[in-house]
């Protein structure tokens, strides 16, 4: 492969002279600047993008603003982790991330965690559109300094994202609206567990809802399905208290759909008498989830691959800022359907990298 060394004699020019037209440094005389790119032309010359990160001390600043995670909401520690794994491969290229995160069931914690970022002056954002409204107002003041900006996970039309990443909400939702039908006799009738009172304002989870319904409608059977609600999941002798009831007075119920990863909360609310009459399928191969379906209480999980969307990120916005490498507008997680049985193959590189990195020195910021 040819060296900028090489270039430099070819043209009977100094190293510097070159370095100073690959970066577009100015400095150099216009017939001596197209007789350097002549030659870097007809001798197939690629920039290495790692020398050329090191050699301009260029520094990158991707920042991130994802919901928090903590015992009870465990789900967005994965995408989390993708992002760390990234950050390891792409440093060197002199990327920077710095992390932010808001608490998923307060708008106003979205938009302050986002005023911090922004305060940042980031070359890109990834960013998790959780709520439509403030995510509108969020989306206006990136595009009008000009910031570069991707959604993950969540999929909201009419905006200027340059690319999106994860899965394609409906498609599951009809994903799980069939393993339901496959999964019930027929007369038996099916539940669905909303834990947010504005669903609509939750984009993933309303289109997962939308998508499980259009499939049920379109069977010949017409399953019926119920509706349960919750504002949240805290309280559990009262999501307990109201789903037995539930159960305890429509005796056909056979199926409970969970659209969200809390599924293992729903299951932790049933009597084993309970679970033996009813299949759950939710989302999420969190390790609460993951530790309900080894005890036979959770029967499908839809993964997303929520490491990956986050790892994916991280390396799309890299290739972005590096090599200009404009993103596919939709790049969609895999719907990966799980069972007991191929459940220790679902998570081998999230875990992986947590053995790999059990005590990870800090290289980002968090707020």
């Known amino acids: 492969m040819i060296t900028i060394k090489d270039i430099a004699k070819k043209a009977s020019v100094s190293e510097g002279t070159v370095d100073r037209v690959i970066h577009n440094r100015g400095g150099v005389s216009k017939k001596t600047e197209q007789k350097i790119k002549r030659i870097l032309k007809e001798n197939n010359f690629k920039l290495n993008p790692i ?23 465990i789900f967005w520690e994965s995408p989390y982790i993708g992002i760390m794994k990234a950050l390891t491969e792409v440093e ?32 890109v954002v990834i960013l998790v559109p959780m709520f439509r409204n403030e995510t509108k107002h969020v989306a206006k003041k990136l595009d009008q ?20 990443i994860g899965q394609d909400s ?38 997962r809802i939308e998508g499980f319904n259009n499939f049920l409608d379109s069977e010949s059977n017409k399953i019926r399905n119920h509706n349960l609600k919750w504002d949240n999941l805290n309280a559990l002798s009262a999501v307990k ?15 409970i759909y969970v659209p969200s990863s809390r599924a293992s909360v ?9 679970h033996k009459k009813v299949n759950i399928i939710g989302f999420d191969t969190t390790d609460q989830n993951i530790k309900f379906m080894e005890d036979d ?10 490491f990956n969307q986050g790892y994916e990120a991280v390396r799309t916005m890299s290739d972005f800022l590096i090599q200009k490498k404009t993103p596919p507008k939709k790049i969609f997680s895999p719907i990966q359907i799980i ?8 998570n081998r590189n999230k875990i992986s990298f947590q053995i790999e990195n059990a005590n990870p020195k800090k290289n980002t910021s968090e707020s």
Do not use: W
Not at 113 to 123: A, N, R, V
């Open 339 to 346: 069972i007991k049985e191929n459940l220790a193959f679902s």
């Open 266 to 274: 729903i299951a932790s609310c049933l009597s084993d008498e309970l």
């Open 297 to 306: 209480k959770i029967q499908f999980l839809i993964s997303q691959k929520s």
């Open 241 to 255: 208290a109201k789903l037995e009831s539930c159960l305890l007075q429509n005796k056909n119920i056979r199926g």
């Open 145 to 164: 300094r000009d910031i570069p900006y991707m959604f993950l996970n969540i999929d909201l039309e009419g905006l200027n994202n340059i690319s999106f």
């Open 170 to 207: 409906f498609k599951g939702g009809c994903v799980a609206g069939k393993l339901m039908c496959l999964s019930l006799n027929d007369g038996d009738e099916c539940v669905t567990v909303q834990t947010r009172s504005n669903i609509s304002n939750y984009h993933a989870i309303y289109k």
């Open 92 to 123: 060197n290229y002199g990327i920077q991330i710095q992390n932010y995160s808001f608490d998923q069931f307060e708008a106003s914690s979205y938009l302050n965690e986002f005023d911090k970022l922004f305060s940042t002056h980031p070359d």
């Open 51 to 73: 020398a050329s990160a090191l050699a301009l001390k260029k520094k990158y600043n991707i920042a991130t603003l994802i919901p928090k995670f903590n015992k009870r909401n």
